[in-house]
């Protein structure tokens, strides 16, 4: 499978952005699909992610109440709404898929496919 993602770019705080993944090359519709995050020097760490059916979505602390992950089976599409973004959000963000069990959804050693990454700036 294939990613790539886009749609990050430059926000000012209290803005939003919707990022975007598009899927090619397998059978999108089988995969737990994810978003994470990496900071320089950080290590990459999850923020969202959205089973198969879309009926289990699960969501980092830090992000729950501001961000939407959802997925489109038929465009083999996934996406992050992201509103009420801080200066701490700015970072690179990296779109991901595989077959975690429910344990192990936040690992991204579960995921067997990245995408390219997207960089999102939210000013102050």
């Known amino acids: 499978v294939q990613l790539q993602a886009f749609g990050g770019g430059l926000v000012q705080a209290g803005g939003f952005l919707r990022l975007s993944c598009a899927a090619s090359g397998g059978t999108f519709s089988q995969y737990t699909v994810g978003w994470f995050r990496q900071a320089p020097g950080k290590e990459r760490e999850f923020v969202a992610a959205?089973?198969?059916?879309?009926?289990?979505?699960y969501y980092a602390d830090s992000v729950k109440g501001r961000f939407t992950i959802s997925r489109d089976n038929v465009k083999n599409t996934m996406y992050l709404q992201m509103n009420s973004l801080k200066p701490e959000d700015t970072t690179v963000y990296y779109c991901?898929?595989?077959?975690?069990?429910?344990?192990?959804?936040?690992?991204?050693?579960?995921?067997?496919?990245w995408g390219q990454g997207t960089k999102v700036t939210v000013s102050s």
């Open positions: 959205i089973r198969w059916s879309g009926g289990n979505l």
């Open positions: 991901a898929a595989g077959r975690p069990i429910s344990s192990t959804v936040q690992r991204r050693e579960s995921y067997a496919y």
